[in-house]
């Protein structure tokens, strides 16, 4: 029988002389047997109708009624349900057992709280505590408890045994892999022009510098492009942007001389371009972008023993190949998140919950080394579990999707990761090298290439001083 549906019970008039008494044992065992709540008995010849509402300040009295109204109140009177949950860190805390009472805190226990003082119902927790996930939800349908919630996905084939509520909270199972490394700044800046490009440039610096000299050689008066040397002097200070220290007389070495000058403003104007982007964010290697890219780079991975049972059913086809994995252990899963922030070619499939946790209480705030493919690899809603055909289903999700509306389960996952931040004072952060700031000052270190070239050009010009002295 559907506990939730409607019923109608019509008894023969013989019976009329114990209608009271026969309609309050029906009603009860209906509700004993079948946990049935809305039944309507008609007796007698005058078809009166009876019917009781346990929810109600009347309770379990027997009430004569002309019509059929609901029977799930707004505010439930004396009832208590009894709620399955354990400690399960870093969502739900064991807060101690006072006054002989189990407590428990976290954003769900304080949803829960909201809930039933809306609803007026008072909830106890019990201890039947089993230890391999899975086996909590049958003491929904024995009636050990009413509720049950752990930070629980929505799971097709456990709903189709029990009772869900609406989610509350919506995460998923991500891939977390190693961030990109940074490309040394002189290694991009060399490869701002590919090597064909560098070989057209120092061709025409080549030829402009033969031009000019052969030029001055047979049609210029003056004497000092008729030097080798001094055409190669003027022509590099042009690609500088310096002076020269004479210009051509004749029109032609004119004409080719102003020709240059244009050329190396525009290829300065664009090396200077890339040359101050690549100071500030020379870049990364190649980047993952989907698991696929995971098996063909033969990254180890790792994931828990829940993530095979509940998620892919044992079934291996999803791995990379049949490759062997890592099961990960260690508290909040921090052995697997260490390996995947050193770039131990390592990754690790997660719920983003426990990845934002471990950022939060291990990593420094002013890094970003744990990174993570784009999207949900499996998407999780976070639900709570309730017998089959429960009463309290409908009251409860209204409920919660009111809350969810007003925001106010954001604010208890807000004030929680709060929480993190004042943990992580205590908690020794891991240890990252090449660490790359998306946010930083601009510094004498970006600057480093630029007086690596200009300490080169000192030198250099300290050996053409010196060779130009000792030769003259």
Not at 152 to 177: C, D, V
Not at 311 to 323: E, K, V
Request: charged share 20%; aromatic share 18%.
């Amino acid at each position: 029988m559907n506990p939730r549906a409607r019923y109608f019970v019509a008894i023969v008039d013989t019976l009329s002389k114990v209608s009271l008494e026969t309609s309050r044992k029906l009603l009860e065992d209906m509700w004993e047997v079948f946990n049935v709540l809305d039944v309507v008995v008609m007796i007698g010849d005058d078809q009166s109708l009876y019917t009781w509402y346990p929810f109600h300040s009347s309770q379990k009295q027997i009430v004569r009624v002309k019509d059929v109204s609901d029977k799930i109140p707004r505010k439930f009177y004396n009832t208590t349900l009894k709620v399955l949950t354990y400690e399960n860190s870093p969502t739900i805390y064991y807060s101690g057992n006072a006054s002989g009472r189990i407590q428990f805190e976290g954003p769900e226990i304080d949803l829960l709280e909201l809930i039933m003082t809306y609803l007026n119902i008072s909830y106890i927790f019990v201890t039947n505590y089993v230890k391999e996930y899975g086996n909590q939800f049958g003491g929904l349908n024995t009636g050990e408890y009413d509720i049950f919630l752990a930070s629980s996905p929505f799971f097709s084939h456990i709903a189709t045994k029990y009772g869900t509520t609406i989610s509350y909270y919506t995460t998923g199972m991500k891939w977390y892999i190693p961030c990109p490394k940074q490309i040394h700044r002189f290694q991009k800046i060399v490869s701002i022009f590919n090597l064909s490009t560098w070989g057209v440039l120092l061709s025409t610096v080549l030829a402009v510098i033969f031009l000019m000299w052969r030029l001055g050689t047979y049609c210029d008066k003056s004497s000092y492009y008729k030097s080798l040397g001094s055409c190669f002097s003027s022509t590099w200070a042009v690609c500088l942007g310096v002076a020269t220290p004479a210009q051509p007389v004749n029109t032609i070495s004119r004409f080719l001389f102003i020709i240059w000058v244009y050329y190396c403003y525009v290829i300065n104007t664009l090396f200077q371009t890339f040359f101050t982007t690549y100071l500030v964010d020379p870049g990364s290697y190649s980047v993952i972008e989907s698991y696929n890219d995971i098996c063909e780079k033969s990254f180890n991975y790792g994931y828990e023993f829940y993530v095979e049972k509940f998620f892919f059913d044992f079934n291996h086809s999803w791995l990379c190949d049949g490759r062997e994995y890592i099961l990960c252990k260690g508290h909040e899963n921090s052995d697997c998140f260490v390996r995947v922030v050193r770039g131990d070619d390592f990754a690790y499939l997660g719920l983003e919950f426990l990845g934002n946790y471990y950022v939060t209480t291990h990593l420094s705030r002013k890094t970003d080394v744990l990174c993570s493919l784009d999207g949900y690899f499996e998407t999780l809603n976070i639900v709570m579990y309730v017998t089959r055909g429960s009463h309290f289903l409908n009251p409860i999700n209204k409920v919660i999707r009111r809350i969810m509306e007003s925001g106010i389960f954001s604010k208890f996952v807000n004030f929680k990761r709060e929480e993190w931040k004042i943990q992580s004072i205590y908690n020794k952060n891991v240890d990252v090298e090449n660490v790359d700031y998306k946010y930083f000052v601009f510094s004498l270190k970006h600057l480093q290439i630029a007086f690596f070239l200009l300490f080169g050009g000192q030198i250099l010009s300290s050996i053409v001083f010196i060779l130009e002295i000792a030769l003259r």
